[in-house]
């Protein structure tokens, strides 16, 4: 960010009267004064501006090179207006540099980007997008077609279609209380969990170890409130922040613009221009994703003494090779005793967006959190919206009536 003062930043940060935010008793009202505290400091120290770019540099391109295309255009250009022998020749020789150059500093790239690499994920990441793709390609120019015709408004198209209910509307109207008898609920209920669980309040250090934390390359979610910008006044903020969040984990309610976000299409296989061929990838805000590590760390202690030993999925420490490794085990231990093995692989379609909110309630409430959790966790998977952004428009909000984003950590 040029011309940013990132002192007078901070500065202006700690003077901000944060406490005028909770003489609201709505949490909402609450949020809207606080973030407007924070917006206009952030929009005095460094303003949205709109500013043309140019496309992503590859990686091998140097100034030697660019000196070199530059004077290559150069004399192609003074050769077209004389058209001579003597421009042609010029010409020739500095183009035939060019391609010399690049395919000196291609070749150093991908020998640098192999012995650097600490991990194969390593090198392929930074490899991978300069190969060419075999797929179709779902940037922004797409035409989305139905029935043939092309599409004048697909963002509208997409969010309709990513909103529109998985599960039967009479499963979307039951309360809490008649999933009560549920085979899955009164299993867990037989086994008397009795956790006891409630959210407890953060501290400042955690909180400010959260906003260090925070991956400035990701986007910035409806509020428009970048993970850099958050992350650079961690130092300041930490402590109106966490009174903030520890307001709303005290009222068990969510702010409304919390549970906002852009959705984004990512194209997964075959025709590109059907919308069933996509997925929807929710682009959430930074600060409630903050608030989501708050609920995620404290449940994951109160049930990771409850986990299945076969469990490996939103584990940590655990992943895919682990599954793979415990597998193969078994698989080689039943071999050993000349026992029959057989694998039975499942893939659930649309997991995420298949959550029956009233349904993930009665479970927690059968593990044993209590009144105000529930009414935390309720507060967080109800009454949400969303927008797709497609081809660089904005469709309208549409509420999401049942599933988790997929994007958030739920």
């Given at each position: 960010m040029k011309k940013f003062n990132e002192a007078s930043f901070c500065c202006d940060l700690s003077t901000a009267p944060w406490d005028s935010a909770f003489v609201y008793n709505d949490i909402n009202d609450v949020w809207n004064h606080w973030s407007k505290l924070y917006k206009d400091i952030i929009d005095k120290h460094a303003p949205i501006v709109k500013k043309r770019v140019h496309a992503n540099q590859l990686p091998w391109i140097n100034v030697q090179i660019k000196r070199a295309i530059q004077l290559r255009n150069k004399l192609y250009r003074k050769y077209r207006l004389s058209r001579n022998d003597e421009t042609w020749e010029s010409y020739r020789v500095q183009r035939?540099?060019?391609?010399?150059?690049?395919?000196?500093?291609?070749?150093?790239?991908?020998?640098?980007?192999?012995?650097?690499?600490?991990?194969?994920?390593?090198?392929?990441?930074?490899?991978?997008?300069?190969l060419p793709s075999s797929g179709q390609d779902n940037?922004?120019?797409?035409?989305?077609?139905?029935?043939?015709?092309?599409?004048?408004?697909?963002?509208?198209?997409?969010?309709?279609?990513?909103?529109?209910?998985?599960?039967?509307?009479?499963?979307?109207?039951?309360?809490v209380e008649d999933f009560e008898h549920h085979p899955s609920v009164t299993s867990i209920s037989s086994r008397n969990f009795n956790l006891g669980f409630s959210f407890?309040?953060?501290?400042?250090?955690?909180?400010?170890?959260?906003?260090?934390?925070?991956?400035?390359?990701?986007?910035?979610?409806?509020?428009?409130?970048?993970?850099?910008?958050?992350?650079?006044?961690?130092?300041?903020?930490?402590?109106?922040?966490?009174?903030?969040?520890?307001?709303?984990?005290?009222?068990?309610?969510?702010?409304?613009?919390?549970?906002?976000?852009?959705?984004?299409?990512?194209?997964?296989k075959d025709d590109s221009s059907l919308v069933e061929n996509y997925r929807p990838i929710s682009i959430l805000s930074s600060i409630p994703k903050i608030l989501e590590k708050v609920m995620y760390d404290q449940l994951y202690d109160a049930f990771k003494t409850h986990f299945s030993l076969n469990m490996s999925g939103f584990l940590s420490g655990h992943s895919c090779c682990t599954a793979l490794l415990k597998m193969v085990d078994d698989w080689r231990l039943a071999l050993d005793s000349k026992k029959v093995t057989g694998t039975i692989a499942i893939d659930l379609s649309k997991a995420f967006d298949s959550v029956c909110h009233s349904l993930l309630l009665a479970k927690l409430r059968a593990y044993g959190l209590n009144d105000d959790a529930l009414r935390f966790v309720q507060s967080y998977l109800t009454e949400r919206q969303q927008r797709v952004k497609f081809?660089?428009?904005?469709?309208?909000w549409l509420p999401v009536q049942c599933g988790v984003p997929q994007g958030a950590r739920s």
């Open positions: 035939n540099l060019v391609t010399k150059l690049k395919r000196t500093s291609i070749k150093r790239f991908f020998l640098d980007s192999s012995a650097n690499a600490t991990t194969p994920g390593d090198f392929w990441k930074r490899v991978k997008p300069l940037s922004d120019g797409t035409c989305i077609m139905v029935r043939g015709a092309v599409v004048s408004d697909p963002s509208n198209l997409f969010n309709k279609h990513f909103s529109s209910p998985v599960l039967d509307r009479t499963v979307l109207t039951k309360s407890q309040p953060v501290s400042t250090e955690y909180i400010g170890k959260l906003l260090t934390g925070l991956k400035t390359n990701k986007s910035c979610g409806p509020d428009n409130i970048t993970p850099m910008i958050l992350k650079l006044s961690a130092s300041t903020i930490k402590g109106p922040l966490t009174k903030l969040l520890n307001y709303s984990l005290a009222n068990s309610t969510w702010p409304q613009e919390w549970k906002l976000s852009n959705v984004t299409p990512a194209y997964k081809n660089c428009k904005f469709s309208d």
